[in-house]
């Protein structure tokens, strides 16, 4: 069940600070930075709805106490944009759809039962963890009734969410797109975006002297017609 947030005076709650960020830092490794980046990317290059990584999740208004920061969130129906934290009471109401949590040496067991009650008591749909050690994973999904079912392995598991595949080739976890198509690295998205850009400027290159070659063809038979008038000639004839 959601949890519901109460009605509290306009005056008291404007004092109130929401710190934008918990002091922790955003990763105790380059493997849990590398797939904290890679998941971050990638479902926002994919997605048209707000995602975010290590950002503070304030889902009751007037309780900053109340408080949690994923390493990565999805917010399905909210609008992509800069946000210093994500205030459910200002996002109209709309929880986090999805959350991932990329496992550190420093988390434990209790941790991520701490976190998988939180999320599901604030409403989230989809919580889902992943070793970056083990290459494993697993994930609670919230079913219809609103129960949460577990799923153990993330081995050929898609997020009934998001859409997302995840398969274990060869010791690997990866991450596979609705369309089929891989997770890619950051280098991998931006040089896929510079490749874009350059082909799109190439296409309005093209168009431009196509214009051109056009206007002077025009120009050149405005002065044919004309030249033609000139000596009693109809060039429409």
Known sequence: MVATTPL????????????SSDGLPMAENTKQFDWIVLLKSNLDAILPDFVAGDNLWYPVQGRPDIRMAPDVYVALGRPKGDRGSYMQWKEGGVP?????????????????????SF??????????????????????VKDEAGEQCEVPNLEDWTSPTLGIRFVRREGR???????????????????QAVEARERAERECERAERESERAERESERAARMAAKLAA???????
């Open 119 to 140: 999320y599901a008591r604030y409403g989230a749909r989809e919580f889902i963890v992943i070793d970056p050690d083990d290459e494993t994973g697993w994930a609670f």
């Open 8 to 19: 509290l005076d306009p005056q008291k709650t404007a004092e109130i600070e929401y710190p």
């Open 96 to 116: 986090l759809t999805v959350v991932i949590e990329v496992l550190s040496p420093g988390n434990s067991t209790r941790e991520m039962m701490r976190k998988q």
């Open 173 to 191: 976890l990866l991450v596979f797109r609705p369309d089929g198509t891989p997770f890619r690295s950051f280098g991998e998205l931006e040089a």
């Open 231 to 237: 000596l009693g000639i109809d060039p429409e004839a």
